[in-house]
């Protein structure tokens, strides 16, 4: 793709869709989306390293020979360690049944389990918002309602919030 430094303006792309379209770099992925679908013949495809890299499919192979962003995926791909992993160290275990192990983990059996926790068994009670709102000094709102019910609900919270500031004083 074709960029140019725009003084007072910034870096701006050159669409491949359509060359008339020039998009600031930062704008790039979401005008791809937009023009995509303009042009849904167009014989461009999408860079296996870079989605916001659009090319024309006879030129797809070269670009993935040449992309920039390929170096990020063959180092990902390919990481080398710089040190060796370490390996594992045979122990002796004691089981649970009194008797002894010679091994490089712990048992299966004896690994602690975390899967015994269930949240849906809690004794907790549901929150209920609004429960929460009126006894807390919470600003709520009258939506819905006609001017006289509107006038109502914020003297009954004018009142609600002076009991609440006298409780909580």
Same mark, same amino acid.
């Given at each position: ?13 050159? @669409? $491949?869709? %359509? =060359? &008339? !379209?020039? +998009?600031?770099?930062?704008? /790039?992925?979401? #005008?791809?989306?937009? *023009? ?10 999408? @860079? $296996?390293? %870079? =989605? &916001? !890299?659009? +090319?024309?499919?006879?030129? /797809?192979?070269? #670009?993935?020979?040449? *992309? ?102």
């Amino acid at each position: 793709m074709d960029t140019m430094e725009v003084p007072n303006y910034g870096t701006v792309v050159v @669409c $491949p869709y %359509n =060359n &008339a !379209h020039q +998009i600031l770099a930062e704008r /790039l992925q979401k #005008h791809l989306v937009k *023009c995509r679908r303009q042009y849904p013949n167009a014989k461009i495809t999408a @860079c $296996p390293f %870079n =989605n &916001a !890299h659009h +090319i024309p499919e006879q030129e /797809l192979k070269l #670009h993935t020979k040449t *992309c920039p962003d390929r170096g990020q995926m063959e180092s990902f791909k390919y990481a080398i360690a710089s040190t060796p992993a370490p390996q594992p160290q045979a122990a002796v275990y004691v089981r649970s049944d009194g008797t002894t192990v010679l091994a490089t983990a712990p048992p299966v059996e004896d690994v602690k389990q975390d899967d015994d926790e269930n949240w849906d068994d809690m004794d907790a009670p549901a929150y209920n918002p609004a429960k929460y709102c009126a006894n807390n000094l919470i600003i709520r709102k009258a939506t819905h309602k006609t001017a006289a019910e509107k006038r109502q609900f914020y003297e009954d919270e004018r009142v609600r919030h002076e009991m609440l500031k006298k409780g909580n004083a």
